[in-house]
Nanobody, 114 residues
Framework: QVQLVESGGGLVQAGGSRRLSCIFSGSIFKPNAMGWYRQAPGKQRELVATLSERGDTNYADSVKGRFTVSRDNAKNTVYLQMNSLKPEDTAVYYC????????WGQGTQVTVSS
């Protein structure tokens, strides 16, 4: 059974940093793209950052220069380093892994206080 388990969420002050991790397991196949989306209260889920297996990245304009997505293919893990956090970054962050279809984690809350 495929699982994605996120960790690293929590409360952080504006201007601070946080690192999210997401481990993919339960499949004999390696994920192609992995990455992160987020959903704030009352808003639709939106792209944050994705990373292909060969290293191509795609970032939302709102996080460019502040967030960095990376992955350890040997560990089937994707990371999201978030710097210079803003209150508007407050959301539930979901990781995804694309194999034969897109799989989602359960989400981890990130709250940025002003």
């Amino acid at each position: 059974q495929v699982q994605l388990v996120e960790s690293g969420g929590g409360l952080v002050q504006a201007g601070g940093s946080r690192r999210l991790s997401c481990i993919f397991s339960g499949s004999i196949f390696k994920p192609n793209a992995m990455g992160w989306y987020r959903q704030a209260p009352g808003k639709q889920r939106e792209l944050v950052a994705t990373l292909s297996e060969r290293g191509d990245t795609n970032y939302a304009d709102s996080v460019k220069g502040r967030f960095t997505v990376s992955r350890d293919n040997a560990k089937n893990t994707v990371y999201l380093q978030m710097n210079s956090l803003k209150p508007e970054d407050t959301a539930v962050y979901y990781c995804h892994a694309d194999v034969e279809r897109r799989y989602w984690g359960q989400g981890t809350q990130v709250t940025v206080s002003s």
